[in-house]
């Protein structure tokens, strides 16, 4: 049977079209096959407890802070997060695989370009306890490659630790170190592991989380709890909350917010 | 072409280290483990969803648990019986499960997959 060119091409575009018609329609029945299953009775929701905000910001007031207070909200977030501690378990040496959600510096590590020429009385010495900023606008977020850390509705930026790869682009993006690396399994520093929250593993980045576990349930992040009244925390959205009464009431300085990535932690010095 | 004897004592030998999985068990399937449910798990009688469900859709509903949970922040799930849990593989499936090796194991190591669950989640000790 001799064809010409011109049926050929008539039989392989009809070809084409059916075949891709049929793929869309298997691919959307298929779809919405799994919509259905998911959907068949059972749902999702919040717990109706569950502290909720548009942008969850904090305060620190320095001038309450001592080194025993900083130990405490340090020692209660890390243990309750199963974060490990290597220099503990392995000496002073594995300073470089450190992990840390919560800490305490000094003044001129954490602002950086504050130069004060003739500093006020013991500000060398004034505790600043650093985190993650959570950032309205956080560069961790778009060096990202796989989504794995994200911003939620409610300002929080989360990892999700399922997703990273241990590529540490957020670590070098991120202008406060505020990203670890967990070089090697974390479970063996781990001292009184807490069976309520999971570990991470080997090759995950990890940071704080601004307790979103405890505000899914109504209560307030750890180092807020232990910081006997140096931290508050709050809804930076709403003009009415505690911490923007605060906010209005004092003079606050954020960490290198010239950099535009406006951080939701804010210092009283 | 000489070399029929070798090339069929060649194939011989090829089939018979080729179906040697087959034979060595003599052409039967090892038996499916039959995973076994703690005393909490037997208490509580039903699960999350019915048990043919979780069978063979466990991982999804996980999947969606982990997703929501942790993409979303939704971290309750109502069950198609109404229900309601809170979606956590550690704190809700191995609080009920805490034999992880008898329950989780044994029919992973059947079906030869490996779960990357416990290199993060916790899961209870063990009682030997």
């Not at chain 1, 717990?47 to 802070?65: Q, S």
Request: positive net charge.
């Amino acid at each position: 049977m001799e064809k010409s060119r011109r049926d050929f091409l008539k039989i392989a575009g009809i070809t084409i079209l059916g075949a891709g018609a049929g793929s869309l329609i298997s691919g959307v029945s298929i779809s919405s096959a799994n919509e259905s299953a998911h959907k068949a009775g059972s749902e999702f929701f919040k717990n109706p407890k569950a502290l909720t905000a548009k942008r969850w910001g904090m305060v620190v007031d320095t001038r309450k802070l001592t080194d025993e207070i900083c130990e405490k909200m340090q020692n209660a977030c890390h243990r309750s997060h199963n974060v490990p501690d290597f220099i503990k378990k392995f000496g002073k040496k594995e300073k470089n695989h450190e992990i840390k959600w919560i800490w305490e510096t000094g003044f001129e590590n954490a602002f950086p370009g504050r130069e004060i020429e003739f500093p006020r009385e013991n500000l060398e010495d004034l505790p600043v306890v650093v985190m993650c900023n959570h950032c309205e606008n956080p560069p961790c977020v778009r060096a990202c490659p796989t989504q794995a850390t994200f911003k939620r509705e409610d300002g929080i930026v989360m990892m999700d630790y399922h997703r990273c790869i241990g590529c540490r682009f957020c670590m070098a993006a991120c202008p406060f170190g505020s990203r670890s690396f967990n070089f090697r399994d974390p479970r063996v520093a781990i001292f009184d592991q807490n069976p309520d929250f999971p570990t991470r593993t080997k090759g995950v980045v990890e940071k704080c989380n601004f307790c979103a576990e405890r505000l899914a349930v109504g209560k307030l992040p750890l180092c807020v709890e232990a910081s006997e009244g140096a931290l508050v925390f709050g809804d930076l959205d709403d003009p009415k909350s505690d911490i923007r009464k605060i906010l209005a009431d004092n003079y606050t300085i954020r960490r290198k917010s010239e950099l535009g990535t406006n951080p939701s932690v804010f210092y009283i010095i | 072409m000489n070399d029929k004897g070798m090339i069929i004592a060649g194939l011989v030998i090829f089939v018979a280290i080729f179906t040697f999985p087959f034979w060595y068990n003599h052409l039967k399937a090892a038996e499916a483990p039959e995973p076994i449910l703690s005393q909490k798990a037997k208490a509580a009688k039903t699960c999350v969803e019915g048990k043919a469900y979780m069978r063979t859709e466990h991982m999804q509903l996980l999947n969606q648990w982990r997703n929501n949970v942790v993409r979303k922040g939704l971290r309750e799930y109502k069950a198609r019986d109404g229900k309601t849990y809170v979606a956590s593989l550690s704190n809700t499936c191995l609080k009920c499960h805490d034999n992880k090796a008898e329950f989780c194991d044994k029919c992973h190591n059947y079906a030869s997959v490996t779960p990357y669950c416990w290199d993060c989640h916790t899961y209870p000790k063990e009682k030997k």
